[in-house]
């Protein structure tokens, strides 16, 4: 086993990956900028380094920082977290030039899915459902106008690198495609350096469906079932829960069989998630992340399994934790993104936390890293936190949802609980009726 770990992120992940240390009895390092001098995952490390300012070029995407870091410390592996370095194949390549341990997938794993015109070509090959569209980027208005008759508008149009909605325009007719193109294009090469765009066909009202997959890099790979993440802003989630309310058995075991197939073949390494839209019974491929997934506690929740531990071990050689069989999904989860955010204009607020009372009771989790009378800096993303709740059916997560979300305090920012304290009472989601646009539809005040 990997003797000491240095996680090279921060906030409530980095606090996360250092429980899953200590409980594997292995030494962490936590990395910092200056603005996180006081954060609760540098005060519970066992050694900490400060690897620049503020800004996260010149501290958590500081690569040679984080391998002085690595040198000064003594620390054998790091472990990336999600965002930042996560999916940076040269990263990981760099890494194993310096006979250090990248706790993650195969390098070549992470660049190819890293491009989403090479990652849908690829799941074609491997027997994974894809939305139709154009079988690489697009060089012209011509050859994208044959594509997007062919599969019918409207169209979506999105960029080859990159994600997070960026890089995203919908084309509703063949007047909106050339704005679609140029915006897309444009948005994509300001954001990751890489103008190029492809076509995929726009379905209305589709689910947000991903599967949880863990390999062991030597032809093993299981899945852990679903979650359904279709309750989204801008293209980022806000809710996910598993099991879906829309996926029966049978769908959940095909689905579920394909990815973990296509998983043993590429001989994929370590946990990754492989995101579908769902609609009318058919499931789409979109992209696959290869790293750890903020909503990775609603698995662990409804699986028992703790995914950064096994995440851990599988990159130091180990076995996977089951067979396939001896994986049951048990109960129902749901998980809240609590954002230091204005809940109507989702402006940022950073600021000082004045006070803290997280919930409790049998069922509830907190993932945060923030306390009483902690700062939240104006640099990073704005997330204070997750709330996840368990229940034995739907029906119980909602009312235990319900009771929780009631029960925290967080005062001295704006934060978006007033919004999951409606939407938990709200007869749509109550039903699980939902889809991808219903969010901001219901933000707008329009039909859903």
């Known amino acids: 086993m990997f003797d000491k770990i240095l996680i090279a992120n921060r906030g409530e992940i980095a606090l996360r990956v250092l429980r899953a240390c200590k409980e594997l009895g292995i030494a962490t390092v936590a990395v910092h900028s200056t603005a996180d001098a006081e954060a609760m995952h540098v005060r519970l490390a066992d050694e900490s380094v400060c690897i620049g300012p503020p800004p996260s070029k010149d501290s958590y995407l500081n690569i040679p920082a984080l391998l002085a870091a690595c040198e000064i410390t003594g620390a054998d592996a790091v472990h990336p977290g999600y965002g930042f370095l996560s999916e940076n194949a040269r990263f990981a390549e760099i890494l194993a030039e310096h006979n250090l341990g990248f706790i993650g997938p195969k390098a070549e794993h992470i660049r190819l899915m890293g491009d989403k015109i090479e990652a849908k070509r690829t799941a074609r090959h491997l027997g994974i459902p894809v939305v139709p569209g154009s079988e690489g980027a697009i060089d012209n208005i011509d050859e994208a106008m044959k594509v997007a008759e062919a599969i019918g508008f409207p169209v979506l149009v999105k960029a080859a690198a990159g994600g997070g909605g960026r890089g995203m325009k919908v084309a509703q007719t063949a007047d909106d495609l050339a704005l679609a193109i140029s915006t897309a294009g444009n948005e994509a090469k300001s954001a990751f350096g890489d103008a190029s765009v492809y076509l995929e066909k726009y379905l209305q009202k589709p689910r947000h469906i991903e599967i949880q997959i863990l390999g062991d890099g030597r032809g093993g ?42 998983m043993r073949e590429m001989q994929y390494l370590g946990v990754g998630t492989i995101e579908f839209l769902y609609e009318d019974g058919e499931f789409y491929f979109i992209e696959m992340n290869t790293r750890i997934q903020v909503e990775h506690p609603v698995t662990e929740a409804i699986t028992g399994i703790d995914l950064v531990l096994e995440q851990i071990r599988v990159a130091n050689g180990g076995d996977l934790p089951a067979t396939q069989d001896q994986i049951t999904i048990s109960g129902h989860a749901i998980e809240c993104r609590i954002n230091a955010e204005n809940p109507e204009t989702f402006r940022p607020s950073p600021g000082k936390i004045l006070r803290y009372h997280p919930p409790g009771g049998l069922g509830v989790r907190i993932d945060s890293a923030v306390y009483q009378g902690y700062t939240i800096p104006p640099y990073y993303d704005s997330l204070v936190g997750k709330l996840i709740v368990h229940g034995k059916t739907r029906a119980e997560c909602l009312m235990r949802l319900r009771r929780a979300l009631d029960e925290i305090v967080v005062d001295g920012i704006e934060t978006t609980l007033p919004l999951f304290r409606a939407l938990v009472r709200d007869h749509d989601i109550i039903d699980g009726d939902y889809h991808i646009h219903w969010l901001e539809q219901y933000l707008a005040g329009g039909d859903r």
């Open 221 to 262: 790979a299981i899945h852990l079932g679903e979650r359904d993440c279709s309750l989204q802003r801008r293209h980022q989630k806000v809710w996910e829960e598993g099991p879906s309310p829309v996926l029966t058995a049978e769908a959940r075991t095909r689905i579920g069989e394909t990815c973990a197939k296509a």
